[in-house]
T-cell receptor
Framework: AQSVSQHNHHVILSEAASLELGCNYS??????LFWYVQYPGQHLQLLLK??????LVKGIKGFEAEFIKSKFSFNLRKPSVQWSDTAEYFC?????????????FGKGTLLTVNP | DADVTQTPRNRITKTGKRIMLECSQT?????MYWYRQDPGLGLRLIYY???????NKGEISDGYSVSRQAQAKFSLSLESAIPNQTALYFC?????????????FGPGTRLTVL
């Protein structure tokens, strides 16, 4: 069964710092990859997704992620964080591509950005 | 996102009570899911349904049941609630015809079992 690991449970940054959140998955075949964000008290929203093509994916609010197949990784990055980026971030994998219904989520990384 | 709605948004109940959480969607999606979220554990799949006649167990279905009353409605029941079912519950939908299987989430129901 596929699994998803997010390396950091809680990351604390100051505004304007750069961000990188790690995500690794265990599945050797085709994958679709997602990053979701959950702002305090809100539901999950899609930040970005990788399906195929360019492994560098750009999402909303200045976020991007890079799919590195050889490392089974899909790390999330943002060059300069803002206080409003404070949220919990979840990496998710759809192993097997579109033929598989299931999304497997990581345990989440809580990002706190101090003003 | 009003496309996926959940009721109630908050519920406090006692051990042994039967509870139903409801989910409705206006996205026209065939696939619907129920997850629970616990601090430090991420989201775990309880049940999922591909259409009205299709119900499948997820990874943590014990103690839960579901009903897909219509394409747009998917209800989760706790037959006899226990304190370790205290969690945040999310409903999600996805489009059968979209290969990426992006899922769209409701606002969540915070359930507390005393």
């Amino acid at each position: 069964a596929q699994s998803v690991s997010q390396h950091n449970h809680h990351v604390i940054l100051s505004e304007a710092a750069s961000l990188e959140l790690g995500c690794n998955y265990s599945y050797g075949g085709t994958v679709n990859l997602f990053w979701y964000v959950q702002y305090p008290g809100q539901h999950l929203q899609l930040l970005l997704k990788y399906f195929s093509g360019d492994p560098l994916v750009k999402g909303i609010k200045g976020f991007e992620a890079e799919f590195i197949k050889s490392k089974f990784s899909f790390n999330l990055r943002k060059p300069s964080v803002q206080w409003s980026d404070t949220a919990e971030y979840f990496c998710a994998v759809n192993a097997g591509g579109g033929s598989n219904y299931k999304l497997t989520f990581g345990k989440g990384t809580l990002l706190t950005v101090n003003p | 996102d009003a496309d996926v709605t959940q009721t109630p948004r908050n519920r406090i109940t006692k051990t042994g009570k039967r509870i139903m959480l409801e989910c409705s969607q206006t996205k026209g999606h065939d696939r619907m899911y129920w997850y629970r979220q616990d601090p430090g554990l991420g989201l775990r799949l309880i049940y999922y349904s591909f259409d009205v006649k299709d119900i499948n167990k997820g990874e943590i279905s014990d103690g839960y049941s579901v009903s897909r009353q219509a394409q747009a409605k998917f209800s989760l029941s706790l037959e006899s609630a226990i304190p370790n079912q205290t969690a945040l519950y999310f409903c999600a939908t996805s489009d059968l015809l979209v290969r990426e299987n992006e899922q769209f989430f409701g606002p969540g129901t915070r359930l507390t079992v005393l």
